[in-house]
């Protein structure tokens, strides 16, 4: 049950035009993940507001739109309780799939803080 922990790494050191179109992909990606929280923030006070326009009403409808916000039920299924109480079953029907998780992180190097 343990992940893969040997990563495969590659220095751009001395690769400049690699490292540069790198930053620049990099710093694009934060400027759009800034800029996509600044319109959640700017989103939230808007669904609250049409949300309590609704009171208890499942839809609102108006001039060229209609408003969904329906009661449910969700199900998951609890591992963790499988896990405790039957251990053999969780065991026997436990699998580990491979995946990649892609993220982008500051880094400090030499004493240098790089800002993309």
Not at 21 to 39: G, Q
Not at 95 to 116: N, V, W, Y
Request: proline share 3%.
């Amino acid at each position: 049950m343990n992940g893969v922990t040997d990563y495969e790494v590659m220095d751009l050191a001395g690769r400049e035009e690699d490292l540069d179109r790198l930053c620049d992909l990099t710093a694009r990606i934060n400027s759009y993940k800034k800029e996509i929280k600044r319109l959640e923030k700017l989103k939230e006070p808007i669904e609250k507001s049409i949300k309590e326009q609704l009171e208890n009403s499942d839809i609102g409808i108006t001039v060229g739109y209609q408003v969904d916000y329906k009661r449910g039920t969700t199900h998951r299924f609890n591992s963790e309780k499988l896990k405790e109480e039957k251990p053999d079953i969780f065991e026997r029907y436990y699998e580990e799939r491979p995946l990649r998780r892609f993220s982008i992180k500051r880094i400090e190097t030499a004493g240098e803080e790089f800002d993309f």
